[in-house]
């Protein structure tokens, strides 16, 4: 079991990508989240029954945004409108981060102008040391990027990935941000093969694996042990940032 130091703890988080994921699978999550008291900032893509959980839950999640500019997107056909339908389903929202990890100058200069986003955590640096909040200024508005470090399906998607945390964990006082998809979590991917697999039938719910995970669920759990009571949330990461 990894033991990071005091002041990696400080500033390790999680989000989540819900991802449109089968509501059983977000509901599935948070109740692990709960039971352990780890905080979290879920990005959502769409309603579903179970953001009426998490938003009884205030004091583990936050809830952000995660729009989906790519052509063909099912939230909108324009940015705007894709930023409207989003933030018409979670109007509380000050995060995002954009599906598929795709943006643009363009798109970052229409959320700065037309919302009120104030972070956006679209950019992955895997496995970096010293990561930290940068402010971007444009046109008179800013926006925080806040890099994140880890995300599991880019780690199942290597030829050999590594699910123990004490192996990605780096000894350094900077971000690690470990982002999730609740549909991986509950799978317990290990592969794309095995995930695609599911995606015939992604309504089912399977049962619970017996046996210790081995995937994408392996590193999830240690995580709640190494964050239980605890954690950051993305807003409460940038107060300490703005802090200091």
Same mark, same amino acid.
């Not at 079991?1 to 703890?9: G, Q």
């Not at 981060?97 to 643009?104: C, D, I």
């Not at 509950?186 to 995606?199: F, G, I, K, P, V």
């Given at each position: 079991?990894?033991?990071?130091?005091?002041?990696?703890?400080?500033?390790?988080?999680?989000?989540?990508?819900?991802?449109?994921?089968?509501?059983?699978?977000?509901?599935?999550?948070?109740?692990?989240?709960?039971?352990?008291?780890?905080?979290?900032?879920?990005?959502?893509?769409?309603?579903?029954?179970?953001?009426?959980?998490?938003?009884?839950?205030?004091?583990?999640?936050?809830? #952000?945004?995660?729009?989906?500019?790519?052509?063909?997107?099912?939230? #909108?056909?324009?940015?705007?409108?894709?930023?409207?339908?989003?933030?018409?389903?979670?109007?509380?929202?000050?995060?995002?981060?954009?599906?598929?990890?795709?943006?643009?100058?363009?798109?970052?200069?229409?959320?700065?102008?037309?919302?009120? +986003?104030?972070?956006?955590?679209?950019?992955?640096?895997?496995?970096?040391?010293?990561?930290?909040?940068?402010?971007?200024?444009?046109?008179?508005?800013?926006?925080?990027?806040?890099?994140?470090?880890?995300?599991?399906? +880019?780690?199942?998607?290597?030829?050999?990935?590594?699910?123990?945390?004490?192996?990605?964990?780096?000894?350094?006082?900077?971000?690690? +941000?470990?982002?999730?998809?609740?549909?991986?979590?509950?799978?317990?991917?290990?592969?794309?093969?095995?995930?695609?697999?599911?995606?015939?039938?992604?309504?089912?719910?399977?049962?619970?694996?017996?046996?210790?995970?081995?995937?994408?669920?392996?590193?999830?759990?240690?995580?709640?042990?190494?964050?239980? #009571?605890?954690?950051?949330?993305?807003?409460?990461?940038?107060?300490?940032?703005?802090?200091?």
């Amino acid at each position: 079991m990894a033991r990071p130091c005091a002041s990696h703890v400080q500033q390790l988080a999680l989000t989540i990508d819900q991802d449109w994921a089968p509501d059983w699978a977000v509901r599935r999550v948070a109740e692990l989240l709960v039971e352990r008291k780890v905080k979290a900032t879920w990005f959502i893509t769409n309603e579903c029954p179970s953001l009426a959980f998490l938003r009884q839950h205030r004091q583990l999640f936050e809830l #952000g945004i995660h729009p989906n500019f790519k052509p063909g997107s099912t939230q #909108g056909a324009t940015p705007s409108e894709v930023l409207s339908n989003c933030l018409a389903v979670v109007p509380e929202a000050t995060s995002m981060r954009a599906h598929g990890l795709h943006m643009s100058s363009s798109l970052y200069a229409t959320v700065m102008r037309e919302t009120p +986003i104030k972070a956006d955590l679209t950019t992955i640096m895997p496995h970096t040391a010293g990561l930290r909040a940068a402010l971007l200024r444009w046109g008179g508005h800013s926006l925080w990027k806040v890099p994140f470090y880890w995300e599991d399906d +880019i780690e199942f998607g290597l030829e050999q990935p590594c699910w123990e945390l004490g192996e990605h964990l780096l000894d350094d006082a900077g971000l690690a +941000i470990f982002n999730f998809h609740p549909i991986h979590i509950c799978l317990d991917t290990r592969s794309e093969a095995q995930y695609a697999a599911h995606r015939i039938t992604p309504d089912c719910e399977p049962p619970c694996a017996l046996g210790a995970p081995r995937g994408v669920r392996a590193i999830f759990d240690q995580l709640l042990v190494t964050l239980e #009571g605890a954690g950051l949330t993305v807003s409460e990461l940038l107060a300490q940032t703005t802090n200091t």
